[in-house]
């Protein structure tokens, strides 16, 4: 009686330690590392072990269930290791943005291990792309539409810089889609010998998309041999690889001293509304921009002395410098001279027309995307619209120009095509010899300028800026110009004025006005006043409707 309740006080004892352990385990195995094959000894060593002459029938029950305690344990620890790694993973992902996979690739040196990985990313790629199932959307504005392509050329959906409807495939276009070419052919190819083989003639037509988050696919059409109504179509996918990281780096703008290059001949009126805007933003806000304005002529001179004089006292700023030329106005001629003339250490040159207004957001920006020997800077400015045209068909007054600083598709349009506003380090601009000073008059050297970067060494950064504006003003486009230059002058002339909307509202107002007279007429007491909800209010009432 004494030794069985003795051996029951230590079944129970066991027992309970048991469910302590295998409740800390949950938090704890991996530090634990708990050893039940001590247990069995221990059992063995209090006499629980099968034996003939204890006849005790409960104790290989009770090994039975320390095995199976054993496995249970084995489970766990296998449920926590995987916990652990999704914890990782997401760890991974939430510090520094690197794809779980490849940590998890970096963790193991085994290459099979790692292919085997990169192949189940591959096909989750494929398996959440809308290949051979369509995935439900929201609305109309998530479909992503093809591109229509033939051999020699591709039928854009969104227009690039050239607004090209239909243009030739080039550079990594032409790449991708002759890749994409010769890889169906192989697969059709494949095992077909002789006179069945499809060739080059046989291609008749594909399409393709870009999926942000799956990657590229496309889908091909050949000719069927020996029929006229039968094709072979062929689905491929360039399936995006997992999110890497390429670098960390801290950028310090805080010494980072930006010199404006300003060409300027005459309107002294527009000069002086863009030194009030420089003063508030450069001057108040940045505090580290430095004045280089390049006059040519002497008509005006006077007034530009005076205006850069004032600002320079009541504002206590030094950072100005007045530099002329007696000669024709020559825009590339005045910014060379203004990047040659600074002669201390290297410095950020921002290139700007008397037309433009930026904010202190901009000229961080322009810190931000240029350094020396690696990249320069060239934001897509946002173009004003003639507001006598877009707030006369509200039917309001035009308002103050800080009022006018709004960017929808009614007020102007992303000036794409120009490439005059510029930020760049003085060292790459000698380097690359800058502006060609023979160009004389509007136009070109801009263009010139941004030719020589792209077909250098160094990186150009192109992309939409909301900081910075270009203030619709009156053209004349010069006669003497070449014809290069005045068809492009004309061209941009006729892009500033409106919007294809607008003018056409424009070209039909007396049709418009027809309409809303004769509606008045067939019910008097329906009020019918355009002037209370205009063309401008219901295009942005419809446009946030869709959206949202």
């Known amino acids: 009686n004494v030794s069985t309740t003795f051996t029951m006080k230590m079944l129970k004892r066991i027992l309970l330690l048991l469910f302590g352990l295998s409740l800390a385990s949950l938090v704890f195995i991996s530090r634990c590392g708990l050893k039940l094959e001590e247990e069995l000894d221990a059992a063995e060593n209090v006499g629980l072990m099968p034996s003939q002459e204890s006849g005790m029938g409960f104790s290989g029950q009770y090994l039975d269930l320390l095995r199976q305690q054993k496995e249970e344990h084995e489970r766990e620890i296998e449920e926590l290791q995987k916990k652990i790694q999704d914890l990782q993973r997401k760890l991974a992902e939430f510090e520094g943005g690197v794809d779980p996979i490849i940590v998890i690739s970096k963790s193991t040196k085994d290459p099979k291990i790692q292919e085997k990985r990169c192949v189940d990313y591959i096909q989750k790629q494929l398996n959440n792309a809308e290949l051979k199932y369509g995935i439900p959307l929201n609305n109309e504005y998530e479909v992503i539409p093809f591109n229509h392509f033939t051999f020699s050329r591709v039928y ?47 291609f008749v037509e594909g399409m393709f998309m870009n999926e942000p988050t799956t990657g590229s696919q496309y889908e091909l059409y050949f000719k069927e041999k020996n029929s006229t109504r039968a094709y072979r179509k062929v689905t491929l996918m360039r399936p995006f690889g997992p999110v890497q990281m390429i670098s960390k780096e801290l950028i310090r703008t805080s010494k980072e ?17 863009f030194m009030e805007k420089f003063v508030k933003v450069g001057v108040q806000l940045d505090k580290r921009v430095f004045l280089t304005v390049v006059y040519f002529g002497e008509v005006g001179l006077r007034d530009v002395r005076v205006i850069l004089t004032q600002v320079s006292r009541e504002n206590h700023f030094r950072n100005i410098k007045l530099l002329t030329l ?51 800077y060239y934001p897509i400015v946002f173009s004003l619209y003639n507001p006598n045209i877009v707030y006369s068909l509200q039917g309001k007054d035009i308002p103050l120009e800080n009022e006018q600083l709004v960017i929808s598709r009614d007020t102007g349009f992303w000036r794409d095509f120009g490439f005059g506003m510029t930020c760049q380090y003085r060292s790459d601009f000698i380097n690359i010899k800058g502006f060609d000073e ?29 900081g910075i504006f270009h203030i619709w003003h009156e053209k004349s486009c010069d006669p003497n110009l070449a014809v290069e230059q005045y068809r492009a002058c004309l061209r941009s002339r006729a892009l500033n004025e409106a919007s294809h909307a607008q003018l056409g509202l424009l070209a039909f107002q007396d049709e418009l006005k027809r309409h809303q007279l004769q509606k008045k007429a067939e019910n008097p007491s329906r009020v019918s006043d355009d002037s209370e909800y205009s063309y401008v ?10 959206n949202y």
């Not at 404006?260 to 509304?273: H, W």
């Not at 005045?334 to 290139?351: K, P, S, T």
């Open 156 to 202: 854009p959906v969104e227009l690039g810089l050239g607004k090209r409807v239909v243009e030739k495939p080039i550079g990594s276009r032409r790449k991708d889609l002759l890749e994409i070419f010769v890889r169906s052919l192989e697969n059709i190819n494949k095992e077909r010998r002789g006179k069945d083989r499809s060739t080059v003639d046989d």
């Open 326 to 376: 007696n000669e024709t106005f020559s825009r590339g001629k005045g910014l060379q001279v203004g990047a040659h003339y600074w002669n201390r250490d290297d410095v950020i040159l921002f290139m700007c027309d008397v037309d433009v207004v930026f904010s202190d957001r901009f000229l961080e920006r322009c810190r931000l995307n240029t350094s020396p020997g690696k990249k320069v």
């Open 438 to 466: 023979e160009i004389i008059g509007w136009g070109g050297e801009d263009v010139m300028l941004y030719r020589k970067y792209v077909r250098s060494s160094l990186t150009v950064i192109r992309a939409t800026d909301p």
């Open 537 to 546: 209010e219901r295009n942005k009432k419809n446009e946030i409707e869709n």
């Open 257 to 273: 001293i930006i010199n404006l290059i300003l060409p300027l001949s005459g309107r002294i009126d527009t000069f002086r509304g």
